[in-house]
């Protein structure tokens, strides 16, 4: 069974910077493109970046570019966001989602990891 | 960017009741349609891809239908663990994008 743990939120200044850490399981990770999704409080859902299996491809939102970076390291399995100068408007429950293939074109997504939450505030 | 809008934003239904929810895209995007059931605190589960194919492990009485631009997810003989927020999403065109959500409450 897929399984993806997120770690790293926290509480951080604004401008400051923050790397969400996504741990999976349960699949042949390398082959399934991987996508970030955050949530604010009670709002609705957001796309916001995905990574390719192979990691040749990448996608970022405009509410993300030039502020953020997707890679992984499929050694380890894990996927990261790295994202600076970081905006009270990031506030939100972050999300990694597995891809249901290798590229992340015309595919969607199925599994959900549980999130974690970043909270921009001074 | 596609806009999905979810129609109603939220429902009011009973144990047993049969609901409908839709999502309009505004360009057609094929049948490349999801749908996601979250509950409070939890996060997303995906219940539908493709518009209309149920994922693995989700019960049929949930199913999902349409193509272009107009879609539907229906709700069968709903229980109790059913009520939830529902969200459609495109993956046609980047960015992809999600509807509103539709917030299914006990009557």
């Known amino acids: 069974e897929a399984q993806l743990v997120e770690s790293g939120g926290g509480l951080v200044q604004p401008g400051g910077s923050l790397r969400l850490s996504c741990s999976t399981s349960?699949?042949?990770?390398?082959?399934?493109?991987i996508h970030w999704v955050r949530q604010a409080p009670g709002k609705g859902l957001e796309y916001l970046s995905a990574i390719s299996g192979n990691g040749g491809s990448t996608y970022y939102a405009d509410s993300l570019k030039g502020r953020c970076t997707i890679s992984r390291d499929n050694s380890k399995n894990t996927l990261y966001l790295q994202m600076s100068s970081l905006r009270a408007e990031d506030t939100a429950v972050y999300y990694c989602?597995?891809?249901?293939?290798?590229?992340?074109?015309?595919?969607?997504?199925?599994?959900w990891g549980q999130g974690t939450t970043v909270t921009v505030s001074s | 960017d596609i806009q999905m809008t979810q129609s109603p934003s939220s429902l009011s239904a009973s144990v047993g009741d049969r609901v409908t929810i839709t999502c309009r895209a505004t360009?057609?995007?094929?049948?490349?349609l999801a749908w996601f059931q979250q509950k409070p605190g939890k996060a997303p589960k995906s219940l539908i891809f493709?518009?209309?194919s149920l994922q693995s492990g989700v019960p049929s009485k949930f199913s999902g239908s349409g193509s272009g631009t107009d879609f539907t997810l229906t709700i069968s003989n709903l229980q109790p663990e059913d009520f939830a927020t529902y969200y459609c999403q495109q993956y046609n065109t980047y960015p992809y994008t999600f509807g509103q959500g539709t917030k299914l409450e006990i009557k």
């Open positions: 989602v597995k891809g249901r293939g290798i590229s992340f074109y015309y595919s969607g997504m199925d599994v």
């Open positions: 360009q057609g995007i094929s049948n490349y």
């Open positions: 493709a518009a209309s």
């Open positions: 349960g699949f042949t990770f390398y082959s399934y493109a």
